[in-house]
């Protein structure tokens, strides 16, 4: 095989990305640099599996080379997924013929690596760049007298593995947990994987192909168990993308130089995706918006991780999505993963509680512009999500809001399925809640796995939890409901006219309901008082929360006014999240109950 066309290198990725699959649990598991918040097989695997999936293979290589690197571009995740990523464009920068030899292979694997290095800030020896360049060399040094591909690549094999084996010697981190570099695992696996692929006479079709038996996997030289490690100094994973043919690539890196660590900024044909490492990644989304439109953003929480990897409370995962407001140290504590759904403003999109806040979106929402808009999470953030705490719990809970209300629920139960069928044992959950009450319904359900409730115990109890939560809502103004299309301009201005001021709850279905309305605020907050009295002299409360839409002074009043009447303080006093709040508006209240 002295030549590969574009469908033969397609195939050869293909073989790389599902060798990445199958050691995608073990990746995480070996996951210490940068920081060990155990996802690098994750993300490697789902950048790999969502760009292969989008790219149709050509006769031409550098056309389906440049496809690639496209789709993976904008499917890179994590700190190997974007490196990857940078690799990819920089071996399609290096190829422009339709066929490819293994002399202009090895020199597009060299202008790769080089291209990848310059997109790191702070490259490090011992990582993923290191086994790249390992590999250049190693090909540089063989392609003038192994004219053939599979010679070729089987030649450098010992190289990489070498390499790989090094890392552990290389990087002070590595040596101290006794394990290889996770990223540069993953590099030689997919490099293993495609190899496989050419030794099987290089077939490929929509069927695919079966792998041939393999021994022991790379990324098997260490037991997890010696991974000792500190959690993160930074707390979250931010990656976005910014548009654009004429992007200054050094400009964008010195707007983010002071950002965070372990920065990249990786180049694509007419794109620039970058990931930092950050305690505030709203800053670094407003700072990339100097640019152009900001796309496809993912902020992980490390430190959450982090958790899942070295300090479980539970067998069973709990997740739910931002339209939940638990405030951050409850999540935190009981390890509560949230979904984030988006906003779209501006021209750029953004992830709720994550990148556009509360009160940047009511900044955003009273200037010149269309209203914001809400929409759903893309199926890829949870098939991420569970395939990632599949390989840390037995179970995954998932408690959403409300169906009648959004796509959300339904989006994570087809995603569940997938992973369901694949060996994952998720659980997709219709709340019937939103905000606080869907804050507290998730709440009960973590106290309830950390008690060693067993997941099928969790799912029987959630409805009953459910019908035990109350939200009640004092909205000052139908404003933003109006201009989010929420309630009609006319009804609005009736409302503004003779000065209501509804309360708004959720029926059993989860549906938006008036549960009352009177002519100043201050009736309002009264009322709220009574409805929960009345609620805790029915059904005696478990624990009740205040919420607000940029109104703590409000807030604080109103829940020491609840004190007083109820004899017992308030479990939380919280801000909402930006997609409740763009239909209760800036001023809103809520009072949220559970009862015992």
């Known amino acids: 095989m002295t030549v590969l066309d574009g469908y033969q290198l397609y195939g050869f990725f293909r073989a790389g990305s599902r060798r990445v699959g199958e050691s995608r649990k073990r990746l995480d598991e070996i996951n210490v640099f940068p920081v060990p918040d155990g996802d690098t097989g994750t993300n490697l695997s789902s950048t790999l599996a969502a760009a292969l999936a989008s790219t149709v293979p050509e006769a031409s290589v550098s056309s389906t080379l440049g496809a690639l690197a496209d789709a993976v571009m904008i499917s890179a995740r994590g700190n190997s997924g974007v490196i990857f990523a940078q690799f990819v464009s920089g071996l399609s920068e290096g190829v422009a013929s339709t066929e490819l030899r293994t002399r202009d292979f090895a020199a597009a694997v060299r202008r790769a690596y080089e291209r990848a290095k310059a997109a790191i800030t702070d490259p490090r020896d011992g990582t993923m760049l290191s086994v790249i360049e390992d590999w250049a060399i190693s090909l540089a040094r063989s392609a003038h007298e192994l004219p053939n591909f599979i010679e070729l690549i089987g030649a450098t094999r010992e190289d990489l593995r070498r390499s790989l084996y090094s890392t552990t010697e290389r990087l002070a981190e590595l040596k101290a947990a006794g394990v290889v570099d996770a990223g540069a695992a993953g590099f030689v696996e997919f490099v293993e994987g495609g190899h496989d692929f050419l030794t099987t006479g290089g077939a490929w079709d929509d069927e695919g192909y079966e792998l041939p038996a393999v021994g022991e996997r790379a990324a098997a030289e260490a037991s997890p168990d010696h991974c000792a490690s500190s959690p993160p100094r930074l707390r979250y994973c931010a990656e976005a993308m910014v548009e654009g043919s004429a992007l200054d690539v050094e400009a964008v890196r010195g707007a983010l130089a002071g950002a965070g660590d372990s920065l990249i900024v990786a180049r694509g044909r007419s794109r620039v995706r970058i990931h930092v490492h950050t305690d505030d990644p709203e800053d670094v989304m407003a700072d990339l918006s100097r640019f152009g439109a900001v796309s496809g953003q993912k902020v992980d929480d490390m430190r959450l991780q982090y ?187 009736l409302a503004k006219a003779l000065n209501l001021k509804p309360i708004v709850s959720v029926d059993g279905a989860g549906k938006s309901s008036l549960y009352g309305k009177s002519f100043s605020e201050k009736a309002n907050l009264r009322k709220l008082v009574v409805m929960a009295a009345e609620i805790h002299r029915r059904e005696p409360l478990r624990y009740y929360a205040v919420g607000h839409s940029a109104a703590p002074e409000k807030a604080a009043a109103l829940a020491a006014e609840l004190e007083r009447t109820l004899g017992f303080p308030p479990l939380f006093i919280t801000g909402i999240s930006s997609v409740v709040a763009l239909n209760a508006g800036p001023g809103a209240v809520s009072v949220v109950t559970m009862s015992e």
Request: aromatic share 6%; proline share 4%; with cysteine.
């Open 307 to 493: 958790a899942d990897a070295h300090d479980r409370v539970s067998r069973t995962a709990i997740v739910t999505d931002t339209a939940c407001d638990l405030p951050d140290e409850l999540m935190e504590r009981h390890r509560v993963h949230a979904v984030p759904l988006l906003l779209s403003a501006g021209g750029s999109e953004y992830l709720d509680k994550l990148t556009l806040s509360s009160e940047s979106l009511g900044r955003v929402a009273e200037g010149e512009g269309a209203f914001p808009k809400t929409s759903q999470p893309p199926a890829h953030f949870f098939s991420r999500l569970y395939a990632y705490l599949g390989g840390y719990y037995d179970d995954v809970i998932a408690l959403h809001l409300p169906a009648a209300l959004s796509g959300t629920c339904e989006a994570s139960r087809r995603e569940a399925s997938s992973a369901n069928r694949a060996g994952g044992h998720v659980r997709v959950i219709d709340s019937r809640h939103l905000s606080g009450s869907l804050g507290l319904v998730v709440l009960r359900a973590a106290e309830a796995a950390e008690a060693g409730a067993s997941a099928d115990e969790i799912a029987e109890a959630a409805p009953l939890w459910s019908a035990k939560a109350r939200i009640l809502v004092s909205v000052t103004s139908l404003r933003y409901m109006v201009k989010g299309g929420r309630v009609s301009p006319l009804k609005g201005l």
